[in-house]
């Protein structure tokens, strides 16, 4: 397009600064606004030395991802407007030193805040910290930027629990962020690790608690700070951009559809009939985008602008439907190294979703480390069931119940946008073929998460091949076996059954009713 969209030209010249810039849905947000919106200034990103790499390498690191490959190839002046800042949302005003500060006091106009913990199983002091500690450090820093036009919160659909229909607004906090930021810095760890169930109450982890009040950190400030909150739903694998699937990690329904093409999850604990409310990355970023531009363009309104980025009621689909559909796509593209057939089912009883994990998750994997263990080799398999069952267990509170969310915010944006935003930055899940968007995630999670490279996929089908009649032997054997003993014990079970049977009615009550029954 050669004149710029609405939206394009609301980004030219200005400064952007991200946290949480390095993170699966900061690296999309970097690489769609240096592809889409290039005219701007800068992009600040928050980035913190790891594992002894600097900043600098670490960026340089980034864009040699695949995901950056169209930027590489077309505009690859672009990537020198990415400046990183040594700091970190844990640490007192971000690590920042002064004169990084007043750089972004004098010239950011747009903060992502999206920098957060994702161990939902985490501490709660460590998700306090850096949840919510984190929120008031990046608030400080906005107060002081002089052209600040527009602050953009990344919060989460799933931060009220309680809240069985969710609105676009702000609900009360069960606590004040306040205090119970002030609790995580006078109590030692044991203590707060004993008060932790009763701060949660409702919420199933400290990643949902610790967003909530992070909103209320955020909502105060409005209006005097031009700020607003964007929920999205589960994040997941691209429709269209950067590349269709791509991926970086295996956290969420990622990772279970890994472990299941894989045959190590042979069962999920969750309601067939519930809906899956996901929203691909890409479509969450151009919400995130276009959230900041009208947040910084319309007029004030008397409470915080909030976004649900969710697809309820515009492309339903049960967690039921998810699988059927899914298995379907999987055995076209299999992962390679299938442990198992990848049969594993969804089971709305926990009772009998345990029955299989012991069956068909503890016992083989002690198994499997036995063999290891005669082989003289390294045992592996029950310490990988032991992650896949936490990271299951944190699952399965979102697909064992049901939420409304409404997205009415979303969708009046959405229909006043220009065509020519909405053709760059779509928001329109009903473009989304169901089927092919599943086979996008699984050769997403295929190449990008576990290196597997398409011209491996004969030879994974060769091995499902295999790997189907094994399991085939196995299952009728297992019932062979169960016939077998019942056959061969029938007479044993015959006989225990009539002695029972014959002394009972030497009970007083029993032979009293048998005697009357003769007469």
Not at 45 to 65: N, Q
Not at 81 to 94: A, E, N, Q, S, T
Not at 124 to 151: F, H, P, W, Y
Not at 170 to 181: G, L, N, R, S, T
Request: charged share 25%; aromatic share 10%.
């Amino acid at each position: 397009m050669s004149e710029l969209t609405e939206i394009q030209a609301f980004y030219k010249g200005k400064t952007v600064f991200v946290t949480g810039g390095t993170g699966f849905m900061g690296k999309v947000l970097i690489e769609k606004l240096l592809y889409d919106c290039n005219d701007l200034n800068k992009i600040y990103i928050l980035i913190r030395p790891k594992r002894g790499r600097s900043p600098e390498t670490r960026v340089d690191e980034m864009f040699k991802l695949p995901m950056f490959q169209r930027i590489r190839n077309q505009k690859p002046h672009v990537m020198r407007k990415v400046i990183p800042l040594v700091g970190d949302v844990g640490m007192d005003k971000l690590g920042l030193t002064p004169e990084q500060q007043e750089i972004l006091f004098n010239e950011t106009d747009i903060v992502f805040h999206c920098a957060a913990t994702l161990r939902l199983e985490g501490k709660l002091k460590d998700a306090i910290e850096m949840n919510t500690v984190g929120t008031q450090r990046v608030i400080d820093l906005c107060r002081k930027m002089t052209n600040l036009k527009s602050l953009v919160h990344l919060s989460t659909a799933f931060c009220h629990p309680d809240q069985g229909e969710l609105g676009e607004r702000v609900y009360d906090a069960p606590d004040d962020p306040q205090d119970v930021m002030r609790l995580m810095q006078w109590l030692d760890e044991s203590a707060i690790d004993l008060i932790t169930p009763k701060l949660l109450d409702l919420h199933p982890n400290t990643y949902t608690y610790s967003k909530r009040l992070a909103e209320k950190l955020v909502a105060d400030e409005y209006p005097n700070l031009p700020c607003s909150i964007v929920r999205p739903s589960i994040v997941t694998p691209a429709w269209e951009e950067p590349l269709p699937g791509w991926v970086d990690n295996l956290n969420g329904p990622v990772g279970l559809m890994v472990g299941a093409g894989k045959g190590v999850i042979r069962s999920m604990h969750c309601n067939a009939n519930y809906h899956a409310e996901i929203t691909p990355v890409d479509l969450a970023i151009n919400a995130l985008i276009a959230i900041s531009y009208r947040t910084a363009t319309t007029d004030k309104t008397k409470n915080i602008p909030v976004y649900n980025i969710t697809q309820s009621g515009i492309m339903p689909i049960t967690w039921g439907e998810v699988l059927e559909k899914g298995k379907k796509i999987a055995y076209k593209y299999p992962f390679e190294g299938q442990v198992w057939y990848p049969d594993g089912d969804i089971r709305s009883s926990k009772f009998v979703h345990n029955l299989f994990v012991f069956f068909f998750h503890i016992i083989p994997a002690y198994l499997i480390d036995f063999i290891m263990l005669l082989l003289r080799q390294k045992r592996f398999m029950v310490r990988i069931q032991k992650r896949i069952s936490d990271g299951l267990e944190v699952l399965q509170y979102f697909t064992t119940r049901e939420w409304i969310f409404h997205n009415t915010n979303l969708l009046i944006m959405w229909g006043e946008m220009s065509p020519e935003d909405k053709q760059v930055f779509s928001l329109d899940f009903l473009r989304i073929d169901d089927m092919e968007y599943m086979k996008r995630c699984i050769l997403g999670a295929r190449q990008y998460c576990m290196k597997e490279n398409l011209s491996t996929l004969p030879k994974a089908r060769r091995h499902q091949a295999i790997m189907y009649i094994i399991h085939l032997i196995a299952v009728y054997l297992f019932y062979f076996g169960v016939l077998y003993l019942i056959y061969k014990n029938f007479e044993v079970a015959r006989y225990c059954l009539d002695y029972v049977t014959e002394h009972m009615k030497f009970l007083p009550v029993v032979g009293g009713a048998v005697k009357k029954i003769h007469q």
